[in-house]
């Protein structure tokens, strides 16, 4: 059955269902709702030996999937071959058919191939053998990281750094991405060139914005005086042969397989940062909870399959329900850039319009993620959420663990403040007068996880990686490609050579900024 009809045979299922709004899905309950929590909850959770442990407990009650609806949705996985993508994932697969490449991000953290994860494993020790020498001064004292990546090669490192060293970074990182001059000074104006050490992340090592950067970032420990800038640069990439030919010694070239996709690679050598910031026992953890999300992954089926059944939600609201947006709410700090990563993440691998044989998608793609945190939002967007005319699917996250050390009122109260939200989007409020009329049945889901360490955070992305990768077989498209980032790249290039042909307003705005 081609991935068209699996979806035509869903919607028609799905149409003779009845429409249940929430209230009516508690209420349908003879518990008052307490069955229905107990059949959409799900605790996932793994002893990761010396390296801790981790739990989340995963909450779908408060969206419209029910049990009619997941048959149907488990039909679909079936249909679509579910389970043979999802082992040719961590088999080795070319699942990734527009490259020619499997997509190996889980060896990294010991699922795939015992090639696969041999080939990872050594390339781990190397990379620790690099981040202890450096701690132990190899290279001098080294107090600040500049890290210069973009997409992928930042914005993974950025929200671990974030998100792991509140309390204590061993050294200072900074994250630089934009080609914006102002974004590079920034971080030259944090840090002390004699202990600055550069980190040049690219896959390609041919991204223009991070090459810019990376040159900048040179002449200015060369112009303080520090006496072998090169000597200072750690190259993080699948393209050794282009870092070499850049100028960086081997001995500090990290490489990564060629299948590991830029916005999958925080667990390869693109991590070289985290592990800098928080230590490689920290940075193990990080892994081995992202490993016990790929074992459940694995193993758990139809909808006890953590990720397969929050893409199923995806599906049923982007798809079934028209929803273009979704949006993601951390009640946590640390997590403040959570929603630029799976904006990413997310938008990046499944915003297509082929599927994977090349042919035109059956529905709508990737919503637009977006999201922030809380409870920052409930005083900014949360008017729309609540009383706007979008219905916007909303994944609550935060962690039982408090962060803080202040008094226990603070992690109690933001708890309390992510809790209510769900609660009352789903219940409204009726009125008669339009304009305090809640409207309520707008749905959410809650990731409420034990602890947010390096674990947990790991396992947190692992799950986003896998639903990302569900939502896209589901669909029956390529996630791992992103051929619709060239040609602005390319144009960019023509406005610079001064070559291309432009449209009569792109010419008139050259002209303007004396471009
Ligand atoms: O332009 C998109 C992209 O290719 C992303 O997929 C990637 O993460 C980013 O650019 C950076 O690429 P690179 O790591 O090769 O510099």
Known sequence: MTVSAAWDRLQSRLAEL???????????????GAARVAAMSQRIEADLGELGEIGMLLDWSKTHLDGAILDGFEELAQATGFDAARDALFSGGVVNPTEGRAATH??????????????????????????????????????????????GSALGPALAIDALTRDLALVDVHVV?????????????????????????????????????AASALQWLAKNDVADPGGRVVALTANPEAAVEWGVDETRILPFPESVGGRYSLWSSIGFPVAMAVGMDDYSAMLAGAQAIDTHFREA????NGPLLAAFGDLYYSRIRGCQTRA????????????????QLEMESNGKSADADGAPVAGPTAPVTWGGVGTDAQHAVFQLL????????VDFIAAIAPGDDLDPAHHRSLLMNCLAQGAALMAGKASGDLARHYPGDRPSAMFLLDDLDAASFGALIAFHEHRTFASAVLMGINPFDQFGVE?????????????????????????????
């Open 328 to 343: 993601v709410f951390a009640y946590d700090e640390r997590l403040a850039m959570l929603p630029d990563y799976l904006q």
């Open 18 to 32: 009845p429409e249940r709004t929430l209230s009516e899905l508690f209420s349908h309950d003879a518990q008052g």
């Open 386 to 393: 609540h009383q706007g005319t979008h219905l916007i699917p």
């Open 177 to 213: 991405s934009n080609i914006d001059g102002l974004a590079l000074e920034q971080a030259f104006a944090a840090c002390d060139p004699a202990t600055t050490l550069i980190a040049v992340a690219s896959k390609t090592f041919t991204t223009t914005e991070t090459m810019t950067n």
């Open 301 to 304: 089926q139809g909808r006890a």
């Open 106 to 151: 889980g060896a990294m953290r010991g699922s795939g191939t015992d090639t696969d994860v041999e080939e990872a494993e050594a390339l781990l020790a190397r990379m620790g053998m690099l981040v202890g020498a450096i701690h132990d001064g190899a290279l001098g004292p080294i107090k600040h990281v500049i890290h210069i990546g973009i997409g």
């Open 487 to 515: 040609l602005g790249k390319a144009m960019a290039k023509s406005i610079e050579s001064g070559e291309g042909e432009f449209d009569a307003s792109t010419a008139a705005l050259m002209a303007a900024a004396g471009l």
